[in-house]
């Protein structure tokens, strides 16, 4: 099993201080929140680690699937820097989101779909021309975001070649069945838990997801990615990678 933890828990802390931070946990793997303030990343303190990257891109005051033009070029501009970082850093994803329904316009969700679907399939096409592997993410049950079913999501992304990052605490939060959460297409993974009600990233084993039962089905059908805790502290990931050390 190969489990990482994403930088969101260290996001007020400094980068050497945050990897530090997860290295000195045992974790080998290590997501870095693209975003303001971290904007850019020093290489030389990226190389000093003993950690391999994942990237996740932009996410606020970025929006995929805006119906304005201009926004929507400067989300995909934004997105495709994080595919030119991941590229140069040889991570091994990036993760992306979809894209968010615009308050005043939520009559019109195909064409929302549509726009996302052109910008996922740009992303697609040079993320394949740069060699990395850039994974859409499904979302949770906020009437702002698209993508929460994800069978809709699959079946986009199968159509563009694409991966999909699976996160857990969304399915939940969305109603989905542990049953129905494993697709070919997931090749990154967020973990975290929550009680349905809410996307809380709560620490492994604090919510009601099911994770040992989701876990379970996920290593029979031999998935190869990362698991990456996805929560909101330091502590978090601590408790986190316990329940994981624990059940697994």
Excluded: C, W
């Excluded at 990897?19 to 997501?31: A, D, N, P, Q, T």
């Excluded at 601590?238 to 624990?246: A, Q, R, Y």
């Amino acid at each position: 099993m190969k489990i990482g933890a994403s930088t969101l828990a260290t996001f007020n802390d400094t980068l050497e201080d945050s990897l530090e931070f997860i290295e000195s946990l045992g974790i080998k793997y290590s997501e870095l929140l693209h975003q303001y303030p971290h904007e850019k990343f020093d290489l030389d303190i990226l190389n000093s680690f003993n950690l391999r990257y994942t990237i996740h891109a932009p996410f606020i005051d970025v929006n995929i699937a805006s119906l304005s033009t201009k926004s929507r070029l400067s989300s995909i501009e934004q997105i495709k820097d994080s595919i030119k970082l991941a590229n140069e850093i040889d991570a091994s994803a990036v993760v992306v989101h979809p894209g968010l329904v615009p308050f005043l316009l939520k009559d019109q969700p195909d064409k929302i779909y549509e726009i996302a679907d052109n910008s996922i399939k740009e992303l697609g096409e040079y993320s394949h021309d740069l060699g990395v592997n850039t994974t859409i993410e499904n979302m949770p049950a906020f009437e702002s975001m698209i993508y929460q079913d994800m069978n809709r999501l699959n079946e986009t992304l199968e159509k563009f070649d694409m991966a999909m990052t699976f996160d857990i605490g969304h399915a939940h939060h969305s109603g989905i069945s542990p049953d129905n959460m494993y697709f070919d297409s997931i090749k990154h993974i967020h973990a975290h838990d929550n009680f349905g009600d809410d996307d809380t990233h709560l620490p492994l084993g604090e919510g009601n997801i099911e994770l040992k039962r989701i876990i379970d089905e996920f290593e029979k059908k031999n998935y190869d990615g990362i698991y990456m805790i996805e929560v909101n502290d330091k502590d978090s990931i601590k408790k986190s990678l316990e329940f994981l050390k624990t059940n697994f």
